[in-house]
């Protein structure tokens, strides 16, 4: 039987590969055959079975991962707030009643968990915000290719706009910036950003639409 240990390592081996690719979408909902055996298996861990709460984690831990290390660009504190979603998920599982899929459920966890974390990191202005370049909309289209360095001069312009874009990412309240990141890093639609921040999709749309409107003023001068 493997040690604490071994497991505790092989747990943070997966974490370091996924924290190295970049987001992808959050996946759709598996086939009816999927959903039930799910079912079966949150019954199970509802009533203790700590095999079945195992295996629920590895369903969902590749994705809980990316999402968190996608909000708070720090590999160090998604590690943290993975663990946080995933404590909070089996502390709360008994309450859960299938009104909703388990995955909406369980990414509103997590999106709380980021929420609570970018609230006190915003307090404290110690916000990190740099993004990558696979994003979609206005800003990211100006972003120059993928190898600057063969042009120092798109080169110095890359780094300024990653700078100016982190400094009014962080400027946003946590709310805007999540819904903003989860538009246009995770490609979620409206209504599902909704479902997960336990929201409407028009009160998320008007997020977006604030979040959008700042940045528009934020980085007017060099877009």
């Known amino acids: 039987m493997a040690s604490k240990d071994t497991k505790k390592d092989d747990t943070v081996s997966r974490m370091d590969g996924a924290c190295l690719e970049l ?27 700590r095999a079945a709460f195992e295996e629920l984690v590895r369903l969902y831990e590749d994705t809980v991962l990316r999402l968190t ?12 707030l993975y663990q946080e979603s995933f404590l909070k998920v089996y502390r709360s599982l008994g309450r ?12 509103r966890v997590v999106m709380n968990v980021c929420l609570d974390h970018l609230r006190r990191m915003k307090r404290r202005r110690e916000v990190s915000a740099t993004p990558n370049e696979e994003g979609e909309g206005d800003y990211f289209r100006t972003l120059p ?12 312009r890359s780094r300024e706009i990653s700078r100016r874009l982190e400094q009014a990412l962080s400027r946003l309240s946590p709310r805007e910036r999540l819904v903003f990141e989860l538009r246009h890093y995770q490609g979620m639609k409206l209504r599902t950003i909704g479902d997960y921040c336990g929201t409407s999709e028009e009160t998320a749309k008007n997020c977006l639409f604030r979040a959008t409107q700042k940045l528009r003023a934020e980085l007017r001068e060099i877009l």
């Open 23 to 49: 987001a992808r979408p959050v996946p759709a909902a598996g086939s009816s055959e999927e959903t039930a055996q799910e079912r079966a298996l949150i019954l199970r861990a509802q009533r203790g079975e």
């Open 69 to 80: 290390v996608q909000l708070v660009r720090s590999e160090e504190e998604a590690r943290d």
């Open 96 to 107: 859960f009643r299938f009104q909703s899929r388990f995955s909406t459920w369980l990414y």
């Open 145 to 156: 290719e993928e190898r600057p360095e063969l042009n120092p001069e798109r080169a110095l």
